[in-house]
């Protein structure tokens, strides 16, 4: 199953009082005829109706995404806390003092970064 989510506005609409008329099976079978079902009252959006497996494969790609998120920061973290950990080296002080007291030598080269 893929996950393509149209906007709001491209959705089948069903106000409120013609879901009551219709009831479950009427709302359901639009469900299966066009897919998520935007239920407006006094056409304002006001629910999505999504069949279950949809529902089920969406918390699937939102927790692999979460997966992923919490990867990239932990990873983030890790370098970070390594380009810290060199300030807490007992030479940090003196090499920070030793390279301020003299001009910068770039030789025509911006140096950013990690290769700063």
């Known amino acids: 199953m893929t996950t393509k989510l149209e906007p709001i506005e491209d959705l089948a609409q069903l106000p409120a009082s013609e879901v009551k008329k219709r009831g479950w099976r009427g709302v359901m079978r639009t469900l299966i005829e066009a897919g998520p079902v935007l239920v407006t009252n006094h056409n304002e959006p006001e629910a999505v109706i999504i069949q279950a497996k949809e529902y089920v494969h969406l ?15 932990d990873t983030l973290r890790r370098r ?3 380009r810290l950990a060199a300030l807490q080296a007992p030479d940090a002080g003196d090499r920070l003092r030793s390279a301020m007291r003299g001009p910068a030598k770039l030789g025509g080269k911006v140096k950013a970064g990690a290769s700063y």
Request: proline letters at 0%.
């Open 59 to 73: 918390r699937q790609v939102m927790r692999e995404a979460e997966s992923r998120t919490e990867s990239e920061l």
């Open 80 to 82: 970070f806390d390594q």
